[in-house]
């Protein structure tokens, strides 16, 4: 196996380290996981100068050691890191070493289809790497890195794990607040890749006293003496300690003398109390013109090309020679081994250096910086923009706009956007024409619009006002076009559509000029040439909201005599996902399913794998579910092509999903419960925008009632629905809309209310019947259907649910199949109709069996087991009990569970009477039955719905057991139960 060289220097005596065993033996632990074969994420934090570096590149130097191939990839600050600046470096470091023939980034993403697809090529190229070697890959100061290469991290991880590859990530854990994008990627490296955190904190004393003893033999009170003044003015920063104490020896103040060093006055030394004044210090022992050739580089960058250095300065090769050879012997420089280039030891280093010019002088070098770049053949527009934007140079708009170009065909859309705002800020400064404005505020509004699209919305506004000031109808049209969507997808979708329909009939009145002049603004600002883009997005949100006759008249059809009208293409794939959507609500799942397949080909046809694993969820969750749950093999294909679509897709830009939330429903109906909980909260949690938050909220709701927490159940309703009962149909997307209303109802049903119960059904057939919705309108009878029994309204329930088993055979719907069964089983028992309830219970316990869905199994067997036990079955009962008790205790179901207890109370009862037993004050069976749960805390109505009775008969046992007891308050015969030993 090659060794191969460290791509920076290494010390023939390294440093020590200390304080960090732990650290260490957690990255020589993952080191080890490495070299067997597994690979492993190691997240290194803490404040500049704590030690990061060292503790990398000590890990580093290890691995090389053992045979591991090591790549180093590093973030700048002052110069803005281009997209996928760390990992450009990795890739020409393995080029050096391997001689792998892969083009740099950003070549390669102008090479692929999709970001997708980059970041595909960029996991085979070091998939190949590490196939021939165990790979360590250092990525340096992270919290400087563009999004571009923070989702790229995070497409790498998610694999590492497979590979024999060990990933070291740095960065600096103060400078990550809320609002930086590494912030929310943290806790996803955690969760999906299961990423070593390893925060390093200050030295304690202790911890410098060692280090201080490694390096130097003094006396006690010399040391003594230096404790104090480093812990004085070092503060347990490694890097603070180690200057000071370098500057020290420069001085002489700290010097070798026989076999011991000696300690100077410190009072005489003049030392700084901040790092700052220490480098410059050694700045200035290197004369004036090493110090003005540094600083020169401070503003060229924290990695200095010696040509470009060369070029800027006028400073001959052997000039700028003796200052690298100073600077490295004074460990402010360190040299590459290709000798092209020099990097700077430590940002704070490059930072006092550049602070050190006054601004015009910062001004000027910036100037011509960026000039020599200019007359480079193949200028990089991100240096040059930079560089002329730090100048103050008006030029720096232009470069600016060819640095977010280059960011946008890299899908690195947030630098993207930055670029281009930065380039607005100069044109409105230089009064530029207000359509160029106006293009640019919308171009800015694009790349924001994942990551805040409130904040983009505001942009567009300001771009609408600015096209219709210029008189520009084509821009001001199709930029309408933008901001309906975008409203839609905040949530405000009545307006959102209103604007949409607006914009594109503005784009029908623009003449065949206008359109051709339009389409040429499209091409250059990297939009697909079609005036029409949006109208796919004005058909999946009119199905998304409801109007489902609208967007099947608006969308494609899968007929060929039926062609789409005015549709472009490049709005074909969210066209055919409107209709798959809009087919599915209105009953028709074979068109929805021929839908979903045109949308998915669509967007495989351009590698938009993320919107790939969009539209197989919709097919999976709004198609195969509700109308095809009992094929087993379709359903787990679909989940498992969706989850591949997303590995493949990784980051979007704000959506932060891990791609096994697709398994949510799945996991929900076959009783993986805690694995369905965990995902739902990382949904509701998560940092970025994400549009399965209702779903998700609506699962854990779900969960939340059926494990006895109404109390969250409830705050997860009023999070998803603000508006409760008021909520307007068309303003909320219908089939997240619909579930949550029935939850609210059958809350409301568990605490008794029936007033409040009875206002969301009415509200849910409102929807329904605004949307012509088929699916759903099954599931809103069955609500009904329980609604009546709490009520005690036996017939008016069971002509719901007969009406709920016919609606949910044509089109057939296996899970409202299952519970319209169930329903009419459980009214059938109640109504001593023992052979239709027997039919009924067995076809639900069927379809129970076919869908896998565990719970809805448990249900049906305690229905099954109140069957045996009223037909005189007690063996067959408890048996059935015991079943559905193994299936609901690991799942927490508790008020199922409550049930079954009540229904093993009610057994033992009926044995006790067969076998003649008395109750006290001449009290009934049934008024025993109706005490006991009234002292196990139920109201009438939950009474009566236990028994299948009215509340009206209820009261009335009541009134009969105070009478024969001599009380008069539910408290008084609890006791009197209690005493007789009755509950």
């Given at each position: 196996m090659d060794v191969t060289p460290l791509p920076f220097p290494l010390d023939e005596h390294p440093p020590v380290l200390v304080g960090r065993e732990s650290e260490q033996a957690t990255l020589r632990a993952a080191l080890g996981d490495t070299l067997g074969g597994r690979g492993r994420l190691v997240m290194i934090s803490g404040e500049a100068g704590i030690g990061k570096t060292a503790l990398a590149r000590r890990i580093g130097r290890e691995a090389c050691e053992q045979g591991a191939l090591v790549l180093v990839g590093h973030c700048y600050d002052l110069i803005e890191t281009p997209p996928y600046g760390p990992w450009t470096e990795v890739v020409a470091q393995g080029i050096t070493h391997q001689g792998s023939p892969v083009p740099p980034l950003e070549e390669a993403a102008a090479q692929s289809a999709s970001q997708m697809a980059l970041f595909a090529r960029m996991w085979e190229w070091l998939g190949t790497l590490a196939a021939r070697q165990p790979l360590v890959l250092l990525l340096e100061d992270m919290h400087w890195a563009d999004v571009g290469s923070l989702e790229l991290l995070r497409f790498v991880a998610r694999g590492v794990a497979g590979a024999p590859m060990l990933l070291v990530v740095t960065y600096r854990g103060d400078e990550v607040n809320r609002r930086h994008p590494l912030f929310p990627l943290l806790p996803l490296l955690v969760r999906e890749a299961g990423a070593l955190r390893v925060d390093l904190r200050r030295l304690e004393p202790d911890d410098v006293r060692t280090l201080v003893s490694a390096r130097y033999t003094l006396s006690v009170e010399a040391q003594s003496?230096?404790?104090?003044?480093?812990?004085?003015?070092?503060?347990?920063?490694?890097?603070?300690?180690?200057?000071?104490?370098?500057?020290?020896?420069?001085?002489?103040?700290?010097?070798?003398?026989?076999?011991?060093?000696?300690?100077?006055?410190?009072?005489?030394?003049?030392?700084?109390?901040?790092?700052?004044?220490?480098?410059?210090?050694?700045?200035?022992?290197?004369?004036?013109e090493a110090h003005h050739l540094l600083s020169v580089a401070a503003v060229i960058g924290q990695e200095v090309p010696l040509g470009l250095w060369e070029a800027v300065t006028g400073a001959t090769e052997e000039e700028l020679l003796d200052v690298i050879e100073a600077a490295v012997e004074a460990r402010l420089l360190e040299a590459h081994s290709d000798g092209a280039a020099v990097r700077?030891?430590?940002?704070?280093?490059?930072?006092?250096?550049?602070?050190?010019?006054?601004?015009?002088?910062?001004?000027l070098w910036h100037r011509r910086v960026a000039e020599t770049l200019m007359a480079a053949p193949t200028p990089g527009p991100h240096a040059v923009a930079y560089h002329l934007q730090r100048a103050g140079d008006p030029r720096a708009a232009e470069w600016l706009i060819r640095a977010g170009d280059l960011a946008q065909r890299a899908y690195a859309l947030l630098t993207a956007g930055e670029r281009f705002d930065a380039a607005l800020q100069i044109l409105e400064a230089q009064g530029a024409p207000p359509e160029e404005q106006a293009l640019l505020l919308y171009r800015v509004a694009r790349m924001r619009r994942y990551a805040d699209p409130r904040h983009a919305l505001a942009y567009l506004d300001d771009a609408i006002a600015l096209a219709e000031e210029a008189g520009d109808r084509p821009l001001a049209a199709y930029v309408g076009c933008f901001r309906g969507s975008l409203r839609c997808v905040i949530g405000d979708i009545r307006a959102g559509l209103a604007i949409l329909e607006e914009s594109i009939a503005a784009i029908d009145a623009l003449s065949d000029?206008?359109?051709?002049?339009?389409?040429?603004?499209?091409?250059?600002?990297?939009?697909?040439?079609?005036?029409?883009?949006?109208?796919?997005?004005?058909?999946?949100?009119?199905?998304?909201?409801?109007?489902?006759?609208?967007?099947?008249?608006?969308?494609?059809?899968?007929?060929?005599e039926v062609p789409a009208r005015g549709l472009g293409t490049s709005g074909y794939a969210n066209a055919w996902r409107g209709v798959a959507s809009a087919s599915a609500v209105l009953g028709h799942p074979d068109a929805a399913r021929r839908a979903c397949a045109e949308a998915i080909a669509a967007y495989r046809a351009v590698e938009h794998h993320y919107q790939v694993g969009q539209a197989?969820?919709?097919?999976?969750?709004?198609?195969?579910?509700?109308?095809?749950?009992?094929?087993?093999?379709?359903?787990?294909?679909?989940?498992?092509?969706?989850?591949?679509?997303?590995?493949?897709?990784?980051?979007?830009?704000?959506?932060?999903?891990?791609?096994?939330f697709v398994w949510l429903p799945l996991l929900l109906l076959e009783g993986a419960w805690d694995d369905a909980r965990q995902l739902a909260r990382a949904a509701i949690t998560s940092g970025g925008r994400t549009g399965w938050r209702p779903f998700a909220r609506s699962a854990l709701a779900t969960l939340a009632r059926e494990?006895?927490?109404?109390?969250?159940?409830?705050?997860?309703?009023?999070?998803?629905l603000p508006a409760g009962l008021e909520a307007e149909p068309g303003n909320a997307i219908l089939l997240d809309t619909l579930p949550i209303q029935r939850l609210a109802a059958m809350l409301a049903l568990d605490a008794g209310d029936l007033a409040t119960a009875r206002a969301w059904l009415e509200a849910h057939d409102r929807w329904v019947a605004w949307s012509g919705a088929v699916l759903g309108r099954a599931a809103g009878h069955l609500g009904w259907a329980a609604y009546h029994r709490a009520a005690g309204e036996a017939a008016a329930a069971r002509r719901r649910a007969v009406r709920a088993l016919e609606d949910a055979s044509d089109p057939r719907q296996p899970l409202v199949l299952l519970h319209a069964y169930r329903t009419l089983g459980e009214l059938d028992t109640a109504a001593r109709r023992h052979d239709d309830a027997a039919r009924h219970l067995d076809a639900a316990l069927a379809l129970a069996d076919a869908c896998a869905a565990r719970y809805e199994r448990a249900l049906t067997l305690l229905a099954l087991a109140e069957h045996r036990g009223a037909t005189r079955q007690p063996a067959a009962a408890r048996e059935l009990l015991a079943e559905a008790r193994a299936i609901l205790e690991p799942l927490g179901a508790a008020p199922a569970l409550d049930r079954a207890r009540a229904i093993e109370a009610r057994l033992s009862r009926s044995r006790a009477r067969r076998a003649g037993a008395a109750y006290p004050a001449g009290l009934t069976p049934r008024e025993v039955e109706v005490l006991r749960l009234v002292a196990d805390g139920l109201t009438d109505a939950q009474v009566a719905e236990r028994l299948f009775l009215s509340p009206r008969t209820v009261s009335q046992h009541l009134r009969s057991i105070y009478n024969k007891l001599g009380v008069s308050s539910r408290a008084a015969a609890t006791r009197f139960a209690l005493e007789n030993r009755l509950w």
């Open positions: 003496r230096l404790m104090a003044y480093l812990e004085e003015r070092a503060q347990g920063n490694p890097l603070y300690v180690g200057e000071l104490l370098r500057t020290l020896e420069d001085e002489h103040l700290l010097r070798l003398e026989g076999d011991g060093w000696v300690l100077g006055d410190l009072t005489q030394a003049g030392v700084p109390t901040l790092l700052r004044q220490v480098i410059e210090g050694r700045l200035a022992r290197l004369g004036d700077f030891a430590h940002a704070l280093i490059r930072e006092t250096l550049y602070d050190g010019l006054l601004p015009p002088r910062q001004r000029e206008e359109r051709a002049r339009l389409r040429e603004r499209l091409v250059r600002v990297g939009d697909p040439p079609d005036e029409y883009h949006y109208r796919g997005a004005l058909v999946n949100w009119l199905a998304l909201s409801g109007r489902c006759a609208d967007a099947l008249a608006l969308g494609p059809s899968a007929e060929p197989l969820l919709l097919e999976l969750y709004e198609v195969v579910l509700p109308y095809h749950a009992d094929d087993l093999a379709e359903r787990e294909r679909l989940a498992r092509e969706a989850e591949a679509a997303w590995e493949r897709a990784g980051e979007v830009a704000g959506e932060s999903l891990p791609p096994r494990q006895g927490d109404a109390a969250l159940a409830w705050q997860l309703v009023g999070e998803q």
